[in-house]
T-cell receptor, first 119, second 113 residues
Framework: GAVVSQHPSWVICKSGTSVKIECRSLDFQATTMFWYRQFPKQSLMLMATSNEGSKATYEQGVEKDKFLINHASLTLSTLTVTSAHPEDSSFYIC???????????????FGSGTQLSVL | ELKVEQNPLFLSMQEGKNYTIYCNYSTTSDRLYWYRQDPGKSLESLFVLLSNGAVKQEGRLMASLDTKARLSTLHITAAVHDLSATYFCAVTNYGGSQGNLIFGKGTKLSVKP
């Protein structure tokens, strides 16, 4: 079945540095990918929608200059957390829709997640 | 604004018992998803429910959808320890960013011997 690969699985960084997270669709082309954030023991909250070849759409309250999203190809979206601070520590998960499943159930596939810890 | 409510949020049950998790949503949607998440892991897709009256079963889990009542249930039959995890329901947000999912808060299930 379709697989979404997310890398890295975990990252520890110093406050003020930037971290890049990659999300790849391995066997389908994804024009749209979603980035979610999950704080401990909480649900997933959508941060932004990544659109191939155009600007990302950010949810209310998410700083677009802090969370840079690039979707340069149909199989890769990246999320860069710029000037990270301890409050950015969270579990980040990407997802991608397999367009071939629109009729049969529109499956969204999730990456394995990235645990970011900012010291 | 689409809201998704799950209950209970915490569920401790003994092996062999049955229980149901409920998922209510506030506006019309014809696609409801159930996911399982183990600690520190991503989401595992369990069910996609597409129409009113849809019922799907996999092992000890059965999910149903009532679009008129805007309610989905996840029924657990004869629970076993391996089912311990957090279960999320999610609904497609057609009014949002290109059909992203809105998640419930999750139900943390703990099955004890």
């Amino acid at each position: 079945g379709a697989v979404v690969s997310q890398h890295p699985s975990w990252v520890i960084c110093k406050s003020g540095t930037s971290v890049k997270i990659e999300c790849r669709s391995l066997d389908f082309q994804a024009t749209t990918m979603f980035w979610y954030r999950q704080f401990p023991k909480q649900s997933l909250m959508l941060m932004a929608t990544s659109n191939e070849g155009s600007k990302a759409t950010y949810e209310q309250g998410v700083e677009k200059d802090k969370f840079l999203i690039n979707h340069a190809s149909l199989t890769l979206s990246t999320l860069t957390v710029t000037s990270a601070h301890p409050e950015d520590s969270s579990f980040y998960i990407c997802s991608a829709r397999d367009p071939g499943t629109v009729i049969v159930g529109e499956k969204l596939f999730f990456g394995s997640g990235t645990q970011l810890s900012v010291l | 604004e689409l809201k998704v409510e799950q209950n209970p949020l915490f569920l401790s049950m003994q092996e062999g018992k049955n229980y149901t998790i409920y998922c209510n949503y506030s506006t019309t949607s014809d696609r409801l998803y159930w996911y399982r998440q183990d600690p520190g892991k991503s989401l595992e897709s369990l069910f996609v429910l597409l129409s009113n009256g849809a019922v799907k079963q996999e092992g000890r889990l059965m999910a149903s959808l009532d679009t008129k009542a805007r309610l989905s249930t996840l029924h657990i039959t004869a629970a076993v320890h391996d089912l311990s995890a957090t279960y999320f329901c999610a609904v497609t947000n057609y009014g949002g960013s290109q059909g992203n999912l809105i998640f419930g808060k999750g139900t943390k299930l703990s099955v004890k011997p």
